[in-house]
Every structure is written in structure tokens, then in C-alpha cells.
């Protein structure tokens, strides 16, 4: 059932995607503008991406090897008009990503990065997707500022967190678990009387 489920989100992202034609023709404009690539090579990207297997565009830009990452960043930044963040190797605050559910941010694209004087500063794949302010302040009641970043990126930042926050919750419980056993093992050496410690 799970899996269905990621499918038909798979699906609805590639629909959304490879129809978004204005979000295509506009971030390879400004791709366009900024040098990275020709006229030419602008409209023979869009009609590759579209006859690709890829999901995302900026995937498909990224890992076609046409532009780079900062590249994209800055580029994403001129289409939203907001700041770009690159979200690869940043430190995240553990209490604040907690708040939110890990397939919430997943399907959303999004990471909180900080709370300053009760804003949230918050990098999303798609800044400008109606109603996700509001889906944000359903965990978190904070005023909300967008910066745009690459969605894989952000994806693998949220997937690194908890998995990471798993692996130390595993840690603690095998070191709960050693002393207990080396608790035990005390007790039987010492022929089942309680240990006093002074």
C-alpha cells in the first residue's frame, strides 16, 4: 500500500513537472540570460527533458551535466525572486525539524533552517506552491520566509536528518542496554548480592 501511495505521488510530481511549461521555459530563460546556455541549447534542453525519463527538471539539468549546481541555485533564486539556499553540508537545528513530520517535508520539498524573532526561515523546492505556508503553520505557528533551494538537495538534507536522529536514538539504547548488561554481570559475579556503591 505504502508503495502505491509513493507511485502515485511519483506520477503527480512527473505530471506536474513535464506539463509546468512556464516554470521550464522561464528557469531556462533565465539560464539563457545568465550564459549558461544558448537559444538553441535552451529549447533543444526543454524538448530533451520532456521526451526523458526524468521527473524534475532541475534533476534532469543537474544530472545531464548541463548546468551546475550553484548555476541552478542562483537561477532558481532570479525565477522565485528570493534568496537561494544551498542546503548540502548545513548544520540543521534538531528541534525545529523535529516539529514537522519527515514524509511531510519529503513531499513538500521544504527544510526549516531557523526561528528569528518568531520568523521561520524555511528552503523550499517551490516557494510559490499555493496553500504551503499555511500547510506549514499547521506544525509550526511562526511567520514564515522562503528561500528556494534544489529539491534533491533538500530531500537528501530531511532524509539525512532522520536517519541520522535514528542512528543516534540506536546509539543511546545499545549504550542503555551495555550498562545494563555489565550491571548484571556485576551482580552475578558478585554471587546475586546487590552492588553498593560508595
Not at 1 to 13: F, G, S, V, W
Not at 108 to 122: C, F, L, Q, T
Not at 172 to 195: H, T, V
Request: glycine share 6%; with cysteine.
Amino acid at each position: 500500500m505504502k508503495k502505491e501511495t509513493n507511485d502515485l505521488q511519483i506520477n503527480e510530481l512527473r505530471k506536474i513537472n513535464k506539463t509546468d511549461s512556464e516554470y521550464i521555459k522561464g528557469l531556462s530563460g533565465i539560464l539563457e540570460k545568465n550564459k549558461m546556455l544558448t537559444h538553441d541549447e535552451s529549447l533543444a534542453v526543454q524538448k530533451s527533458f520532456i521526451d526523458s525519463d526524468h521527473d524534475l527538471f532541475d534533476d534532469f539539468l543537474i544530472e545531464e551535466g548541463i548546468v551546475q549546481e550553484s548555476d541552478l541555485l542562483k537561477a532558481l533564486g532570479q525565477y522565485y525572486n528570493i534568496a537561494p539556499f544551498d542546503v548540502t553540508g548545513y548544520f540543521f537545528d534538531h528541534e525545529l525539524i523535529t516539529k514537522f513530520p519527515k514524509g511531510f517535508l519529503l513531499r513538500e520539498g521544504i527544510i526549516p533552517v531557523e526561528v528569528d524573532n518568531d520568523i521561520m526561515s524555511v528552503v523550499a523546492s517551490d516557494p510559490d506552491k499555493e496553500g504551503l505556508e499555511s500547510m506549514i503553520k499547521e506544525y509550526a505557528s511562526y511567520d514564515v520566509v522562503f528561500m528556494v533551494g534544489i529539491r534533491r538537495d533538500i530531500c537528501d538534507a530531511v532524509k539525512e536528518f532522520f536517519d541520522k536522529s535514528v542512528s543516534e536514538v540506536d546509539y543511546d539504547e545499545d549504550l542503555r542496554q551495555e550498562r545494563q548488561l555489565e550491571s548484571e554481570a556485576e551482580y552475578i559475579e558478585d554471587g546475586g548480592k546487590p552492588i553498593i556503591e560508595d
